[in-house]
């Protein structure tokens, strides 16, 4: 099955500062890498996905980058602020199946 | 629009018993999941069901666990006996079909196993 590694797992960064993620999965064959935030106690929700026919996704702070070759993707939050501390998954799904990650712990000092 | 409801949020049993867990899709989600997050780690796929047929159970226990989605609809998940090892918070996502979509999750159940 899919394997999907992700880091930093625990991320301090200074408000107005950004943040990058990093995973990497093992399956050529994966198609589609969503972004999921999850806030404590809170479910997880979709910030923004890319599929494998693209390499590049942006809206407003957040970005994507997705390169097939190297099989990584990143997560890219510019101008971070207080409301973006929060657990971060990234995911790979192939066969419509999603593997996630582990996860990486935000913090944002103000 | 309503999101994926579930229920109970919380549920604390001993080991060796029994627990059941339902879960009631977004309307017209025709794919619906069972995940299983333990503490520190993203979700764990468990089933996936196709309306009321299943597409992937390849990650679930089978000798202790089990789920079913009768009508294309709801969907409940049991554990029969728990261990120790199987208290997590179990998710429960769907999606309007089984293609590239975005998968809607509900608040978890959240298991302890004394």
Known sequence: ?110 | EAGVAQSPRYKIIEKRQSVAFWCNPISGHATLYWYQQILGQGPKLLIQFQNNGVVDDSQLPKDRFSAERLKGVDSTLKIQPAKLEDSAVYLCASSLGRTLNEQFFGPGTRLTVL
């Open chain 1, 1 to 110: 099955g899919e394997n999907v590694e992700q880091h930093p797992s625990t991320l301090s960064v200074q408000e107005g500062d950004s943040a990058v993620i990093k995973c990497t999965y093992s399956d050529s064959a994966s198609n589609y890498f969503p972004w999921y935030k999850q806030e404590l106690g809170k479910r997880p929700q979709l910030i923004i996905d890319i599929r494998s026919n693209v390499g590049e996704k942006k809206d407003q702070r957040i970005a994507v980058t997705l390169n097939k070759t190297a099989k990584h993707f990143s997560l890219h939050i510019t101008e971070t602020q207080p409301e973006d501390s929060a657990v971060y998954f990234c995911a790979a799904s192939i066969d419509y199946k999603l593997s996630f990650g582990a996860g990486t712990t935000v913090t944002v000092r103000a």
